[in-house]
């Protein structure tokens, strides 16, 4: 425990018998649960993380009976716990190898079918929503993060200042030089989308698994839900942001060559979360700026598009006339198109503003 709040450290593993050890090997003692997510592994990792679980101590949690009882006030939370206990049916098959999740304190949960690093994730986050942890870390399983570092990634939940931390490699005077050109480019490019998409418009590094999250934030959102491949960074900054939760960046260093093997190909994945984020832009849109609260900056982005896409197809009528000797475009023409252009821009720039603006306050620095 950490200032009296259990923590555990979700690790998404996928063939990572050689590095696992060296994640285990360095976990600090103040961690109390080590929930590793073998994603369907055809190498050695299971066998690795049953060797610990054999040779470590026992290690019992504090108990949390959290029941609820009947009573004329409690239906409504009735409904939370029964749907809470059936969420697990959400979830792809999977299996907790422990046959005491009491007192083990490393976890080893097998994901029958491969469901990707966002997948595994959530898995993680599911056991320790239900064992009511107060405080949730993700490590990478491929020795990638500092362990010594954890400690800055968790005191700002564990001291209730945010609902979610996010480590930042780019803070680092060694960034530059040591994430690999393709990440970084690729980084860059994603953290730029994701920050229109989530409304955390101040956060830098949106790529880094190294995070922690509150158990209450864990209990505003539909994990299951959490995309399941390398986008899940960027979709779970859009969920936390339609629940309003907190979040606050801590800089830590950029780790590389120490024997991991990249699974990531920039090239891939860079488009299927670009289109991903598009689509969680407009689900931030219609759900957090107008069914659940409306705010005007819902019909200044839509103004904007719908003004936009209009000038598209001036533009497509104008553009032969410009090029061809002899042509001429109607004053009335270059008069709608301009307003068409220069009245969805001024909309889109009033919409971002405001929602720099409203998500202001959810970026604590």
Known sequence: MYKSKTIAVVVPAYNEEKQIQLVLDHMPDYVDRIVIVNDCSTDKTEEVVLNYIQQSDKHPLPENNQKIKESVYSQADLIVQKLNEEEINYFPPSKVINSDEKINRIILINNLVNTGVGGAIARGYKWCKDHHIDCTAVMAGDGQMDPSELIDIITPVVEDEVDYVKGNRLKHPTASLIVPRSRFFGNATLSILTKIASGY?????????????????????????????????????????????????????????????????????????????????????????????????????????????????????????????????????????????????????????????????????
């Open 201 to 365: 418009w101040h956060i830098s590094d949106t790529q880094t698994g190294f995070t922690a999250i509150s158990k209450s934030a864990l209990n505003q959102i539909k994990i299951y839900q959490i995309y399941k491949r390398y986008g899940m960074p960027n979709d779970l900054l859009v969920r936390l942001n339609m629940a309003s939760c907190t979040l606050k960046e801590v800089g830590i260093k950029p780790v590389y060559n120490v024997g991991e093997q990249s699974k990531m190909r920039p090239v891939r994945v860079i488009p299927s979360i670009s289109w991903l984020l598009f689509r969680s832009f407009f689900r931030r849109l219609w759900v957090k700026y107008l069914f659940r609260d409306f705010h005007p900056l819902f019909l200044l982005y839509n103004l904007s598009f719908l003004l936009l896409i209009s000038f598209i197809p001036a533009l497509i009528y104008m553009i032969p006339k410009i090029i061809r000797p002899g042509e001429t475009v109607s004053v009335s023409v270059m008069f709608i198109s301009a307003f068409l252009l220069i009245t969805g821009l001024q909309s889109l720039f009033f919409a971002m503003w405001m929602d720099i603006g409203d998500n202001q306050k959810l970026y604590k620095y």
